[in-house]
């Protein structure tokens, strides 16, 4: 089975500063890579995602995500944040099981942006 | 697509009782999941379904919780009696060819 480490479990940073909330995850030949956000009291909503191709991937909220094979990791950045960008912040690996691929998610990242 | 619909959006019981969860999925999704979130144990998968059939339960903490899905536009997970000790935010999400799983808002339930 799939696990996956997230290394911080809150991150404060300020307004219009650049952030990284970092993702490992556990090795296996073929992974699918997500990221989602959780804004209080909703569901999670799909940030970005690599299946194949580029390892830099582009997400929504000026969010990108660089999938580093060698490293097994799938780190979140953003140049500059926004107070909104305040969220609870999960990766995701699928891998293919009983003909579905199943999510496996991290315990989470709390980013907190100060003015 | 209103995407995955839960109801109820909360739910409150006394213990002992029985608290059925439902959920809609997303038309033409073929897999189904159950996830439960608690700060102590974060994401739990619960259960997930595939073409209406369960395929994977282990997740499912004592048997006094149970999921079924009838259809492909249907299911519920139920739990009986309930515990404080189940007290969380359930989720159930779907997912189809494009491999990510969309979410519901989610049932808050409290068992006092």
């Known amino acids: 089975a799939q696990s996956v480490t997230q290394l911080d479990s809150q991150v404060p940073v300020f307004e219009e500063a650049p952030v990284e909330l970092r993702c490992n995850y556990s090795?296996?030949?073929?992974?699918?890579l997500f990221w989602y956000v959780q804004y209080p009291n909703q569901g999670l909503q799909l940030l970005l995602k690599?299946?194949?191709?580029?390892?830099l991937v582009k997400g929504i909220n000026g969010f990108e995500a660089e999938f580093n094979k060698s490293q097994t990791s799938f780190h979140l950045r953003k140049p500059s944040v926004h107070i909104s960008d305040t969220a609870e912040y999960f990766c995701a690996v699928s891998d293919l099981s009983g003909g579905s691929y199943i999510p496996t998610f991290g315990r989470g990242t709390s980013l907190i942006v100060h003015p | 697509d209103a995407g995955v619909i839960q109801s109820p959006r909360h739910e409150v019981t006394e213990m002992g009782q029985e608290v059925t969860l439902r959920c809609k999925p997303i038309?033409?999704?073929?897999?189904l999941f159950w996830y439960r979130q608690t700060m102590m144990r974060g994401l739990e998968l619960l259960i997930y379904?595939?073409?209406?059939?369960?395929?994977?339960d282990s997740g499912m903490p004592e048997d006094r919780f149970s999921a079924k899905m009838p259809n492909a536009s249907f299911s519920t997970l139920k739990i009986q009696p309930s515990e404080p000790r189940d007290s969380a935010v359930y989720f159930c999400a779907s997912s189809g060819d494009s491999y990510e799983a969309f979410f519901g808002q989610g049932t808050r339930l409290t068992v006092v």
């Open positions: 090795s296996s030949v073929s992974v699918y």
């Open positions: 690599y299946l194949s191709g580029s390892t």
């Open positions: 379904f595939n073409n209406n059939v369960p395929i994977d």
């Open positions: 038309s033409g999704h073929n897999s």
